[in-house]
């Protein structure tokens, strides 16, 4: 469970100690809304009155914690590797989302910052919040400010806009960035695909397609003299979007740092 930074900031403030590490435990565990609170006492009692041990509903909560861990770990694992968790099909991964094409699974990023837009069917008018959430009758609940401003009935919503911020798409870059290396197809050194020179190759020297990171113009030279591909292929020149002579393994998204291969990007080693 996750406490928005607002609201986390919030009840430190309001907490006498609120610094202290036993408080920011106690706060990192979650809260609990009002309603749920009342059924929470209202277990206790009951369980109280049952006399049933801490001990086994401890034991209980912890298996079910453990379970869920595991199922979570393992769909993170599949969507890692580049396959769907619901079909095991190919998934297409972008840098803030990734959608299956088969069945339709996917999961995306929402702005932190922009906020939303819940465009209303059959009117101009939208409401707007700080995030939104679809819930399982499908109505769109709207947060403004951690509270609740509006609940949408399903037949009401036209579409959602989600509201990105220039500053936080940059700052989110520059964060992976910053997180992650790509190495040099010739020399092995770190490029940087924001220099001039650097080059990402997709060559078929076999049956199947690869692609190569260079971090400047001659490491590039040097690996198409030393590696020429098929004549008639001829990958250093053709684009990939023209040709089916390979089985395709990336897709004709060439440039930018969101089209780069997982293979070629390694998490940073921390001194």
């Known amino acids: 469970m996750s406490i928005s930074s607002r609201l986390f900031d919030l009840i430190r403030k309001q907490t006498p100690g609120g ?146 911020d220039q500053e936080e798409l940059d700052q989110r870059h520059k964060d992976v960035l910053d997180r992650l290396t790509i190495s040099c197809g010739w020399c092995g050194k770190v490029a940087d695909p924001e220099t001039d020179g650097f080059h990402m190759a997709h060559v078929a020297f076999g049956a199947s397609q690869e692609r190569h990171c260079f971090c400047g113009d001659d490491c590039f030279e040097a690996f198409r003299k030393m590696y020429p591909s098929r004549v008639h292929r001829n990958c250093y020149e053709r684009s990939c979007a023209d040709c089916d002579l390979c089985q395709k393994r990336y897709e004709d998204e060439a440039d930018g740092l969101r089209s780069l291969a997982k293979d070629h990007l390694k998490e940073r080693r921390r001194s």
Request: hydrophobic share 35%.
């Open 19 to 164: 610094d202290s590490p036993a408080v920011e435990e106690i706060l990192k565990e979650g809260l609990l809304q009002a309603d749920q609170r009342e059924r929470f006492e209202h277990d206790i009692r009951i369980l109280d009155d049952q006399r049933v041990g801490d001990s086994d509903i401890q034991k209980e909560a912890q298996k079910q914690l453990r379970e869920a861990a595991e199922s979570s770990l393992r769909r993170l694992h599949v969507i890692q590797r580049g396959r769907c968790p619901q079909c095991g099909d190919s998934l297409r991964q972008h840098l803030f989302a990734s959608v299956c094409d088969s069945c339709g699974w996917y999961v995306f990023d929402a702005p932190r910052h922009g906020g939303v837009r819940i465009h209303l069917a059959n009117s101009p008018e939208a409401v707007s919040g700080d995030r939104c959430y679809v819930v399982k009758n499908g109505a769109v609940l709207v947060l403004s400010k951690d509270v609740v401003v509006a609940r949408v009935p399903p037949g009401a919503v036209s579409w959602v806009e989600y509201v990105w």
